[in-house]
């Protein structure tokens, strides 16, 4: 079993900065990937980020690409999602996930990842 428990989010206007975190329990964190979704209301939960075990390769939503980085802190437990330049479009709830067993084809996919946080509100006033 593994704990992931979401921090970060906020209020911010457009053209402003936040970084969420993630920190995860339950099982060594440089085991497993690490993913960053996100979800608007009445919209399907879409991906934004994810990051190998390493941190070594990273990838990314093209609608974020350049305003977003992902990286992680694997002797915190932690891994962070920096967000600048955000938009109203970026309004959701942010997701991290583990994933276990990592497929290069399909990280980008919600059914790729194993366990999941309760997710942080991210919302972006004009």
């Known amino acids: 079993q593994v704990q992931l428990v979401e921090s970060g989010g906020g209020l911010v206007q457009a053209g402003g900065s936040l970084r969420l975190s993630c920190a995860a329990s339950g099982r060594t964190f440089s085991n497993y990937d690490m993913g960053w979704f996100r979800q608007a209301p009445g919209k399907e939960r879409e991906f934004v980020a994810a990051?190998?075990?390493?941190?070594?390769?990273?990838y990314y939503a093209e609608s974020v690409k350049g305003r977003v980085t992902v990286s992680r802190d694997n002797a915190k437990n932690t891994v962070y999602l920096q967000m600048n330049s955000l938009k109203p479009g970026d309004t959701a709830v942010y997701y991290c996930a583990a994933d276990f067993w990592p497929n290069t084809d399909s990280y980008y996919q919600t059914y790729e990842y194993d366990y999941w946080g309760q997710g942080t509100q991210v919302t972006v006033s004009s």
């Open positions: 990051i190998n075990w390493s941190g070594a390769n990273t």
